[in-house]
């Protein structure tokens, strides 16, 4: 088999970190190439479930970069240790776990309490988090969070159960996502297993949901999570849930289990103020050990507003051109990596900046985007704009949707939705917008 050299990967790695966006995740620092032969290009990963992620979303941006690296038609596939890593639950102990609890299979074990940075963005949602921990079923039951995605919902889940877990290491604890619960339940129909899946749910300490608008419009699940709820709610155990909106803002949920979600307490994440992103870029540099100037991490801060996830890809994009660059980071290398303005001049674009340039790019009428056409040509990148204009401005979801024939809420925030998934899944898509992003904000 033939090696990979350094400059190669250098030239690889380059190009993933300028196309990746959402797909880089902190552990890529980690992948190193095996070997190039026969136009495959293994990379190591570290373990079998980082393998089963860059199989599932990272091979079409990897085999972009390599074929754009070499100029020739390449294939990647990612490799890990025959053995793999062992679960990373296990350093925690098995005492800390019950072995017949399978949801535990799926907390993250960086998610914790000591890992989440607070701020005025989710001091609610924090102090309410560290509460039930202490005391499951009795304080604020049920607690609902909702805010955009990568705000910190789903960490703030995780910590609780790792919390309760380590009062009580005999707890049973069912953690998941919404879809996981309506599939499960279409499956126990289908099997005529639904005692069973009764007593699965309405025999737990903690019960867990993660994206609860995904329940929206499935009339027999939701009927079956209201019994569910009652049950728990009933034996004062703790239920946890978690949204991108308030309860009465999901279409599609009955009015009993809005009712139900607003008896606990409803708390909101918003996006972190510059000083709290500042401090989360510090504490997840800190956690993989890696260090970054003060410049370098106040540009961080500044170029990425979003969301936590968003600023944890920011710094592995700067750790690995810097790995593979063989030298030290510092702020010229961090604009390399991000290619982005800060974020103060987001203040400054408005949502006509926007639609001039997706309607040169696409070649649509702006009256075709403002209208209520809904062919693919159209749609598509009116979803864009919404994105864009959700990313790029300060105008509230309403304000957005007005812009596009009046549409309300639900429309702006399933197109935010929808393209955010689409560029995790399509490098083409994530340059595309990039680029886009950069038009806009360069017209300024």
Not at 99 to 113: G, I, L, R
Not at 340 to 349: F, G, H, I, L, Y
């Amino acid at each position: 088999m033939a090696t990979v050299d350094r400059e190669l990967w250098q030239r690889i790695i380059q190009q993933v970190v300028a196309t990746g966006g959402h797909i880089i995740r902190p552990w890529f620092t980690e992948l190193q190439p095996v070997a190039l032969d026969n136009g495959l290009l293994e990379i190591h990963v570290p373990d079998k479930r980082q393998q089963q992620y860059c199989q599932r979303n990272a091979v079409p941006l990897f085999t972009d970069a390599a074929q754009t690296a070499t100029g020739c038609l390449i294939g990647v596939c990612f490799v890990a240790d025959a053995t793999g890593r062992k679960d990373q639950r296990d350093t925690h102990g098995p005492e800390n776990k019950p072995a017949h609890d399978e949801t535990t299979s799926h907390f993250q074990e960086d998610y914790t309490f000591g890992t989440f940075v607070t701020g005025p963005c989710n001091r609610l949602g924090h102090a309410a988090a560290m509460a039930i921990s202490e005391s499951p079923g009795t304080t604020y039951n049920p607690l609902f969070l909702h805010g955009n995605v990568g705000l910190g919902k789903t960490h703030l889940m995780h910590a609780i159960c790792w919390k309760v877990l380590a009062d009580n290491p005999a707890a049973s604890i069912c953690l998941l996502s919404c879809e996981t619960f309506v599939n499960h339940f279409i499956q126990a129909v289908e099997k005529g297993e639904i005692q069973k899946f009764r007593y699965r749910y309405r025999h737990v300490d903690v019960l867990a949901v993660d994206d609860i608008q995904f329940l929206a419009n499935h009339e027999q699940t939701q009927e079956e999570f209201f019994h569910t709820f009652n049950t728990l709610y009933q034996d004062h155990k703790q239920i946890v849930i978690s949204g991108d909106r308030g309860p009465g803002d999901i279409a599609g949920l009955e009015d009993r289990l809005v009712s139900r979600f607003h008896w606990g307490l409803v708390a909101q994440i918003d996006r972190p103020c510059y000083e709290t992103r500042l401090a989360i870029v510090h504490k997840k540099a800190r956690l993989r050990n890696t260090q970054l100037p003060d410049d370098v991490a106040c540009f961080i801060a500044s170029a990425i507003d979003s969301n936590t996830r968003e600023l944890e890809g920011a710094i592995a994009k700067v750790s690995m051109l810097a790995q593979v660059s063989d030298c030290s980071i510092a702020l010229p290398l961090a604009q390399e990596a991000l290619g982005t303005e800060p974020a103060e001049k987001r203040s400054m674009v408005t949502i006509q900046d926007i639609l001039t340039a997706v309607t040169s790019r696409f070649s649509v009428r702006l009256a075709d985007l403002q209208s209520k056409k809904r062919s693919r040509s159209i749609a598509f990148p009116r979803q864009i704009c919404m994105y864009l204009a959700r990313n790029l401005t300060r105008h509230s979801l309403e304000e957005i949707g007005g812009y596009f024939g009046g549409r309300d809420h639900t429309t702006v925030l399933h197109a935010n939705r929808t393209i955010n998934t689409l560029r995790s899944q399509d490098p083409r898509l994530q340059a595309t917008l990039e680029r886009l992003s950069r038009e806009i904000m360069a017209a300024e």
